[in-house]
């Protein structure tokens, strides 16, 4: 199945769940993979629970016509939320910095949505899936999105960027507190910066 095919299956259901205790009925259910959890194990629950459709990538947990069986469910996710992005009409400012990202992003939500209809990052998704899940939340009413953007790693940032095409980017600061997956002072500049640069 195809991006685009996936993505006028979204448009019919436009509600994502990753996890079966929170479900939404009519949803679609992506099967997420993480160092302790396979995604995939529960498909038949959250279909069983409501969801319209689970996307999955282990050809083993495809049981039911309602199951959708991906290359990589991530990835998958990240590439709807793209196509998602593009089809939006609407401008986007992407947030990031080593601290004060959330506390920016809820003060500038606030005087934004004083004027405008403004989606905000919930909490702080701001990884690799929950800035496709928040794109993905926008609908057509809003006029304006601040996303945040955080960061484990060189590349992050712009891997983010590439999903979530920012019109306008703010960094807060950056520091060194958490420096491990950036090698030096160094990466973590070359990091945030992704952001001014993109």
């Known amino acids: 199945m195809t ?3 996936l993505y006028t299956i979204f448009q019919k259901h436009p509600s994502i769940c990753t996890d079966t205790r929170k479900i939404e009925k009519g949803s679609l259910f992506f099967a997420l993979k993480g160092e302790n959890f396979n995604g995939n194990k529960f498909a038949d629950k959250a279909i ?17 016509s309602n199951t959708i069986l991906v290359d990589n469910v991530l990835a998958t996710l990240q590439e709807l939320a793209t196509l998602h992005r ?9 947030i990031t910095g080593t601290n004060g ?26 990884d690799h899936i929950g800035v496709p899940l928040s794109l993905l939340e926008i609908s057509n009413t809003q006029e304006i999105a601040i996303i945040e953007m955080g960061a484990n790693k060189s590349g ?9 095409d920012p019109d306008y980017g703010l960094i807060t600061n950056i520091g060194t507190a958490h420096i491990e997956g950036f090698g030096s002072a ?3 500049i070359k990091t945030k910066t992704e952001l001014y640069e993109y």
């Open 186 to 188: 160094q990466g973590v």
């Open 86 to 94: 593009k089809q939006l009409n609407i401008p986007i400012i992407g």
């Open 156 to 164: 992050d940032i712009l891997e983010l960027c590439e999903i979530a």
């Open 101 to 126: 990202k959330t506390t920016s992003k809820e003060l500038i939500n606030a005087v934004l949505s004083s004027e405008k209809n403004c989606y905000s990052t919930k909490g702080n998704l701001n």
């Open 48 to 64: 069983k629970n409501g969801c319209s459709f689970a996307i999955i990538d282990e050809k083993e947990y495809a049981n039911s």
């Open 3 to 5: 991006t685009e095919d």
